[in-house]
C-alpha cells in the first residue's frame, strides 16, 4: 500500500534540498500542491490530513465531487486544460486556475467570475516547448495575453505554469525553466500582485526548483501511479 504520509515527507525534504542548493531566490518558500487527480477521495483527505494545504485537480466534475466531502479548509487549484462551458463552475470551485492560455478563456473567466461577485486569480500557462500536444501560450504571443487579461476587472494574474516536455533525459528541461524563470522577473518586476512560478511535476521537480520555481504540482511521488482504468 501507498504511504502518503511517508511519500510526503519524501518530497517535502527533497524540496527543501532543492531549495537551499539553488543560488536564485534562496530565501523564497516553495509551495507544494498534492496533485490528487484520478485518486480517491480517501488519499486526497489523508494528504490533508498529513498537513497538505494545497490541492490540485485538473478536472472540474472529478474535483467537484472530491471537494464535497473535504473537511478542512484547503486551497484548490485548477491545474488542467479548462474548456470555456467550464468556466463557471472552475471560478466556483478554485481558488487559483493555473491554465490559462487565451484570450478567449481569459474573458469567459472574467465574465463567470463577474457573475458571482469574484475576483478569480489565474496564472497563465505558457508553451515554451511548442509543444503541438500541450495547451499554452506561445512566447511570442505571451505579452499580447497580458495586456488583455489587464483589461479584465474581474480576474487579477498571479503568475506563470509551465509544463516542461517529458524528456527522458529530464536534464534536458533546465534551459526551459531557466528561460521560464527569466521572463518571470521581468515580468514581475513591472507589476504587484505577481508572485507564483508554477513549474516542477514527479520527474522534475527538482530542477525546476533549482532554477527558480516556487510553486511545483506533484502527483505520482506522493500518491504513487495513477489508475486510468
Ligand atoms: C497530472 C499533473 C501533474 C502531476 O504530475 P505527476 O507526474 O503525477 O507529479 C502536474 N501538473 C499538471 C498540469 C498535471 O496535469
Request: some cysteine; overall charge neutral; hydrophobic content about 40%.
Amino acid at each position: 500500500m501507498v504511504s502518503v504520509v511517508k511519500n510526503l515527507q519524501f518530497v517535502l525534504n527533497e524540496i527543501e534540498l532543492a531549495r537551499k542548493s539553488r543560488q536564485l531566490a534562496k530565501d523564497e518558500p516553495v509551495t507544494l500542491v498534492a496533485v490528487t487527480k484520478n485518486h480517491g477521495v480517501e488519499m486526497m483527505q489523508q494528504a490533508i490530513d498529513a498537513g497538505v494545504l494545497h490541492i490540485g485537480e485538473n478536472r472540474i466534475q472529478e474535483a467537484a465531487e472530491k471537494f464535497k466531502s473535504l473537511n478542512r479548509e484547503v486551497t484548490r487549484h485548477l491545474i488542467g486544460h479548462l474548456q470555456t462551458n467550464k468556466a463557471k463552475q472552475a471560478v466556483r470551485l478554485f481558488d487559483l486556475i493555473h491554465s490559462v492560455d487565451s484570450e478567449n478563456l481569459a474573458s469567459t473567466i472574467d465574465k463567470a467570475a463577474y457573475s458571482i461577485g469574484k475576483i478569480q486569480d489565474i496564472l497563465i500557462q505558457v508553451n515554451l516547448a511548442k509543444e503541438d500536444s500541450k495547451s499554452g501560450v506561445y512566447e511570442e504571443n505571451l505579452q499580447s495575453l497580458i495586456e488583455t487579461v489587464d483589461t479584465l476587472k474581474n480576474i487579477r494574474l498571479r503568475g506563470f505554469m509551465l509544463i516542461a516536455p517529458n524528456y527522458s533525459d529530464v536534464e534536458n528541461c533546465r534551459p526551459l525553466f531557466r528561460r521560464m524563470y527569466e521572463i518571470f522577473c521581468a515580468v514581475k518586476k513591472t507589476r504587484q500582485n505577481f508572485d507564483f512560478l508554477s513549474m516542477g511535476m514527479t520527474h522534475d521537480y527538482k530542477i525546476a526548483i533549482e532554477e527558480g520555481a516556487n510553486v511545483v504540482r506533484i502527483g505520482t511521488a506522493i500518491f504513487g501511479e495513477r489508475n486510468y482504468g
